[in-house]
Structure formats: structure tokens, C-alpha cells
């Protein structure tokens, strides 16, 4: 059974740091593109970024919105991939969703709630 | 404003045929394949079909899509109560080299 399951969600000040972190098992994580996939309360889903596997050089892209802010990076050692969130704003208040939008496997998310 | 365009809302009465649009442009539907995500209210989206056409194991064949393009459209048939959800497109974008959302369209079951 694929599970991805986030961690590291909670309430941060305006200018604060927060580190999210999703362990995967059932899949070759390996293997995968990763994605962080975000949706703020009442709202749509919106695409945060994403990290290619070892064989394309473990390369990222980002949304706009989060460049230079956010930074997405992976443990294939232990099948987990992480979301450096920093300079939050509130508009950042969201949950997030650890996934592979292509295949279809996503996690449960966690909520970041960005607020003083 | 989201790059692909969806219809906020649609309904229909159990066991209609009911359509999803989803707009897009030739840097993103017109030259990737679309994915369609169903969010029940609460959690986590599920994919419903990918490679525009293409059905999971498991999600049942009353669900069906179609790419023609820059737009996708995806279809229920024999609509039930439980189909009541958010339905997102996605699409790489290879302009903004990243995935792009639809706003969604909430489905009613009327």
C-alpha cells in the first residue's frame, strides 16, 4: 500500500522558518518526481514545487509565488522528501499536500497556518 | 486567476451525464496530458484520470476524458449523490515549467 504521510505542519509568526517533511513508503520513492501541492482554506489547489529524481539530477522548479522563499529537497536514503519554507507570509496559510500529481499518490497533508 | 479555466459550479439528478470544461493554452493542454483530481469534501484529492484518457484501477469507468487542443473535458455518467466533490484539472505548463491547477468546479448532486 503507497502511503505518504506529511509532518511538520503548525502555527508560525510572519518572517518565520518551518520545515515540512513527507516519508513515503510502497513506492520506489527513488524512482519519482516529487511535488508540493498547497490549498489554503476555502481555496483550489495550487502547485508549490517540484524535484526531479537522481537519473535528471534531483533538479527543482518552483512556483512563482514561493521562489526564492521555499527550497524542496529529498532523502532517497530514507524515502522523504522536505519543504523549507522561509520568510512566511500569510498568505501562506494553507495545507500541504505531499504527492506525485502524475501517478496519483498524495498524502494526507498538514496544515501551516502563518499568523501573529 | 488560474491559467486553466473551469466553470466554478455544475449539477445534475442522479444517473444524468454531467461535463467538466477545462480551458487551457498550447504551452500547457495543447501540448501535455491533462489530469483530472476529485476532492471529496475534507480530504485529499484523488486522481481520476490521467493521460487525459486514461483510468486508475480502480475508479470506475462511468468517469471518461477527452482532450481536444487547448481544451479537456471530463465526463460522469450515471451521476450518483457521492460524486458530489471538487474536480480539478492539471496540466504541465512547459512555458511556466511547473503544473498548473483549474480553479475547480464543485459538483451538486441535485
Known amino acids: 500500500e503507497v502511503q505518504l504521510v506529511e509532518s511538520g505542519g503548525g502555527l508560525v509568526q510572519p518572517g518565520g522558518s518551518l520545515r515540512l517533511s513527507c516519508a513515503a513508503s510502497g513506492i520506489t520513492f527513488r524512482d519519482h518526481y516529487m511535488d508540493w501541492v498547497r490549498q489554503a482554506p476555502g481555496k483550489g489547489l495550487e502547485w508549490v514545487g517540484r524535484?526531479?529524481?537522481?537519473?535528471?539530477?534531483?533538479?527543482?522548479e518552483y512556483a512563482a509565488s514561493v521562489k526564492g522563499r521555499f527550497t524542496i529537497s529529498r532523502d532517497d536514503s530514507k524515502n522523504s522528501l522536505y519543504l523549507q519554507m522561509n520568510s512566511l507570509e500569510s498568505e501562506d496559510t494553507a495545507v500541504y499536500y505531499c504527492?506525485?500529481?502524475?501517478?496519483?499518490?498524495w498524502g494526507q497533508g498538514t496544515l501551516v497556518a502563518v499568523s501573529s | 486567476q488560474s491559467v486553466l479555466t473551469q466553470p466554478p459550479s455544475a449539477s445534475g439528478t442522479p444517473g444524468q451525464r454531467v461535463t467538466f470544461s477545462c480551458s487551457g493554452s498550447?504551452?500547457?493542454?495543447?501540448?501535455?496530458?491533462v489530469y483530472w483530481h476529485q476532492q471529496l469534501p475534507g480530504t485529499a484529492p484523488k486522481l481520476l484520470i490521467y493521460?487525459?484518457?486514461e483510468r486508475p484501477s480502480g475508479v470506475p469507468d462511468r468517469f471518461s476524458g477527452s482532450k481536444s487542443g487547448t481544451s479537456a473535458s471530463l465526463a460522469i455518467s450515471g451521476l450518483r449523490s457521492e460524486d458530489e466533490a471538487d474536480y480539478y484539472c492539471t496540466v504541465w505548463d512547459d512555458s511556466l515549467s511547473g503544473w498548473v491547477f483549474g480553479g475547480g468546479t464543485k459538483l451538486t448532486a441535485l
Open positions: 498550447s504551452s500547457n493542454i495543447g501540448s501535455n496530458y
Open positions: 493521460r487525459s484518457n
Open positions: 524535484i526531479r529524481n537522481k537519473a535528471n539530477h534531483y533538479t527543482t
Open positions: 504527492c506525485d500529481i502524475g501517478v496519483g499518490y
